[in-house]
């Protein structure tokens, strides 16, 4: 059975690229300083189908290029 919260101890794991990303446009369009190789709580792998992670990807995108350029669409 699967959780739908982060994993409390993300222990070796890789960061979430979602998470990666959604950080990244957080920080302006870069990696946050403070994100390294390992996942932390905030970046650790979520359960999702693909769908739901490729939707997601596509809003974080389009939400940051809207901020970025000014527009509002």
Do not use: C, V, Y
Request: hydrophobic fraction near 25%.
């Amino acid at each position: 059975m699967t959780s739908s919260k982060p994993n409390p101890d993300p222990g070796g794991q890789q960061p979430d690229p979602l998470a990666s990303l959604e950080a990244a446009a957080e920080a302006g369009s870069k990696k946050p300083d403070d994100q390294g190789l390992r996942a932390t709580e905030r970046t650790a792998p979520k359960p999702g189908s693909l769908e739901e992670e490729e939707a997601k990807a596509a809003a974080i995108l389009r939400d940051s290029a809207h901020k970025d350029t000014g527009s509002d669409r």
